[in-house]
C-alpha cells in the first residue's frame, strides 16, 4: 500500500487561505484611482477657467461703460471745483450761463416758475439747522452755496428743499470749495433703517454657450446691467408726464434707445435725456405738436440763429432772460 498522503481536494471556499502578497506603494507612482481624480479635477478646473474668461470677455462693453462713467464723473467734478472755488467776484462775473450745472446728486424736481419767496424761508430755515449743529458758514461762504443752489435750480429744474441745501454743502465741502469759509462741519448722521428679510436667490441661468445675439442672453443683460438704466429712465419718463404731460410709449421709449446708442450718450446722465428730448420736440415724435423746449432753451436756440450784430435783437434776448430770470 503507498505511503503517499492522497492530494486534498481544493474548492472556492479554499481561497481565503491563500496567502496575500500585500500592496506596496511605490514613491512617484500614481494609482489609476489616483490619476483618474486628478485629471476629473483638471478638467472642472479648466471648464472654470473658460467660463471665467467667457464671463469676462461678455461684460467687456459693461465694464467699458462703466470705466467711461466713472471718467466722466471724475472729469464733471473736477470741473465744478475749479469753477466754485474761484473768488466770489469771478463767480459772480461769469454768469449762470457760464457756471457747469452739477449734474451729481438726487433731487425733487420742482413744477412751474421758482418760488423766491418759499425758497428764502427754506434757506433761512437750514441756516438756523446749520448754526445748531455748531456749523459756522461765513457770508462768502454762504454767497457760494447760493450760487451754486441757483445754477442747480435754474439748470436742472430742481425744487430747493433744505435736503437740497444739505446735500449741496455736502459736495461743496468734499470738493474743497469752502476753504477756510466753513468750520465744525460734519455729516448729519444717516437714520437707522431695518434691513428686509434675505430674499432667496433666484438660480441664474448658465450662458456659457449662448451667443452674445441670443435672445436669452439679452433678457440676462437687462436684469443685471438694466436695472440702473431701467431706474433712471423710469425716473425720466415720471417727470416727462408730470411736467409736459406726455406719457412715454414703448415706440418712444425704443426711438430714447436708438438715439442714446446712435450718438453715443450716457443713459445715466440727466443731460443725455434733455437732449433726446429735443430730438424728438424736432422730428415731432411727441404728441399735440406742442413745442416742449423749457424757456432757456428757446432762448438759447434764439441766440444761435439770431443776428448778435442787430441791435434789436441784442435787446429781445436781454429782456427775454430777465423775464426768464424773474427780473421782470
Excluded at 133 to 162: F, K, M
Excluded at 216 to 223: G, I, T
Excluded at 292 to 302: F, G, I, P, Q, V
Amino acid at each position: 500500500m503507498s505511503s503517499r498522503k492522497r492530494r486534498q481536494p481544493f474548492g472556492i471556499y479554499d481561497i481565503a487561505r491563500l496567502p496575500v502578497t500585500p500592496v506596496k506603494s511605490t514613491p512617484g507612482y500614481e494609482t489609476f484611482k489616483d490619476m483618474k481624480a486628478r485629471e476629473q479635477r483638471e478638467a472642472a478646473e479648466a471648464e472654470a477657467r473658460t467660463k471665467t474668461e467667457q464671463e469676462a470677455e461678455r461684460m467687456k462693453p459693461f465694464r467699458a461703460l462703466e470705466n467711461e462713467i466713472k471718467i466722466a464723473a471724475a472729469e464733471h467734478a473736477e470741473k465744478v471745483r475749479r469753477f466754485y472755488s474761484k473768488p466770489l467776484h469771478v463767480i459772480a462775473a461769469a454768469g449762470a450761463d457760464v457756471a457747469p450745472v452739477d449734474m451729481i446728486g438726487d433731487y425733487p424736481e420742482r413744477s412751474g416758475r421758482r418760488d423766491t419767496q418759499k425758497e428764502f424761508e427754506v434757506y433761512k430755515t437750514f441756516r438756523d439747522d446749520l448754526a445748531s449743529r455748531n456749523c459756522h458758514l461765513s457770508q462768502d461762504g454762504w454767497n457760494r452755496l447760493g450760487s451754486y443752489i441757483s445754477v442747480l435750480a435754474d439748470g436742472r429744474g430742481i425744487e430747493v428743499t433744505p435736503a437740497v441745501w444739505e446735500q449741496s454743502v455736502e459736495r461743496l465741502h468734499s470738493l474743497g470749495c469752502f476753504g477756510d469759509e466753513i468750520a465744525g462741519y460734519q455729516r448729519p448722521r444717516p437714520q437707522t433703517v431695518t434691513e428686509p428679510a434675505a430674499q432667496p436667490v433666484k438660480q441664474q441661468p448658465d450662458f456659457t454657450n449662448v451667443s452674445t445675439d441670443h435672445k436669452d442672453w439679452r433678457a440676462a443683460v437687462d436684469a443685471h446691467w438694466g436695472r440702473e438704466v431701467k431706474e433712471f429712465f423710469d425716473l425720466w419718463a415720471d417727470s416727462m408726464y408730470r411736467n409736459w404731460g406726455v406719457s412715454i410709449t414703448p415706440e418712444l421709449a425704443q426711438k430714447a434707445g436708438d438715439f442714446f446708442v446712435k450718438t453715443n450718450r450716457n443713459p445715466l446722465r440727466h443731460k443725455s435725456y434733455d437732449n433726446f428730448r429735443l430730438e424728438a420736440n424736432l422730428r415731432r415724435w411727441l404728441p399735440d405738436g406742442k413745442d416742449y423746449r423749457t424757456e432757456s432753451e428757446k432762448l438759447a436756440d434764439l441766440i444761435e440763429n439770431s443776428d448778435l450784430n442787430d441791435r434789436s435783437v441784442r435787446l429781445a434776448i436781454n429782456r427775454k432772460q430777465a423775464e426768464i430770470s424773474g427780473r421782470i
